[in-house]
């Protein structure tokens, strides 16, 4: 049986998927010496290591929605109290739906340091593709016409 030594070239197709979205947490705390005065500081690392449990709290596996702290800053010389932090959130949403109360869950965060100060920012390019019974169809047609190709 004679061999092709042409290369066979495939293409992937994809029937829903899920979005990559964003989300920052930064706090503002207050800069003291961590020797002389901590007690008059305002630990933003600290409020910050409870936020991004927080916010990890929010993935779902059961639907697919993930959350990933990425990016984590703060802070300004080991002996200063931290004035400030940061994360950065890689999520993942399979709906809108998903996003919609993953982003109300994230812009409801309460400091749980007294004093410290939070700003949080969420943002979602184009939605999801939600797989569906018309997208199904329209890929079960397209494998179809793959196949006589």
């Known amino acids: 049986m004679p061999t092709s030594n042409a290369a066979s ?56 929605t993930t959350v990933h702290a990425g990016l984590i800053e703060g802070g300004v010389a080991k002996n200063v109290v931290a004035p400030r932090a940061r994360a950065e959130f890689d999520v993942r949403v399979p709906s809108p739906e998903e996003w919609a109360r993953l982003e109300t869950a994230a812009l409801n965060l309460r400091q749980r340091t007294p004093k410290a100060h939070l700003r949080i920012e969420t943002a979602l390019p184009p939605p999801p593709m939600v797989r569906t019974a018309a997208i199904v169809a329209l890929y079960e047609t397209a494998r179809r016409v793959a196949r006589d190709v």
């Open 9 to 64: 070239t495939t293409t992937a197709m994809a029937s829903g998927r899920t979005r990559v979205g964003r989300s920052v947490v930064e706090v503002t705390g207050l800069a003291a010496h961590a020797g002389i005065d901590p007690e008059k500081g305002v630990n933003a690392i600290e409020e910050l290591a409870a936020q991004v449990l927080a916010v990890k709290l929010l993935a779902r596996a059961e639907t697919g």
